[in-house]
């Protein structure tokens, strides 16, 4: 039988990707006692990254959206940390989210917000977390977001 996650994502109509493999010399997530920290999520769908720069390539909705992709990326990571039972999770506790953007572009929360309401539409009240929203000149790979989070588990 589906957690309530998984069936909440399916009334959404959205799907998990597989947990991305690092880029890097890094590990996608690391648990101490009841933490789950899970490394910075690219901006990425089926169809490749999602790149470019807000206030310059890119609309704050498109940047949303991009944001929306980093938060199914940290379902997926979390998903895997818990052995797939998402019956562990307790809450999202933080999310910090970097977003490519121009010098001045101030709409950093706006964008950062589709990844927070994501995790709020899918998981309720325990979806709700402390957040950072931060403009930065460049990201891996040219991509537009990229989203750290911190998750409470039992």
């Known amino acids: 039988m589906p957690h309530a996650i998984e069936t909440r994502l399916a009334e959404l109509g959205l799907t998990l990707p597989d947990a991305p493999a690092p880029a890097a010399n890094y590990v996608p997530w690391v648990i101490t006692g009841n933490q789950v920290f899970v490394s910075g999520q ?12 807000l206030g310059a390539d890119l609309s704050t909705e498109q940047g949303a959206e991009a944001a929306r992709a980093c938060a199914l990326s940290l ?27 121009t010098a001045d572009f101030t709409d950093q929360p706006k964008v950062i917000n589709g990844a927070s309401d994501l995790l709020v539409a899918v998981l309720g009240e325990a979806g709700r977390h402390a957040r950072s929203a931060v403009g930065a000149p460049s990201l891996p790979l040219g991509v537009a977001v990229e989203i750290e989070a911190i998750f409470e588990i039992n």
């Open 42 to 53: 690219v901006s990425m769908t089926a169809g490749g990254l999602i790149r470019g720069k």
């Open 75 to 101: 379902l997926a990571q979390l998903r895997a940390a818990v052995d797939g039972d998402f019956g562990r999770l307790k809450r999202v506790v933080k999310l910090v989210g970097f977003v490519n953007c």
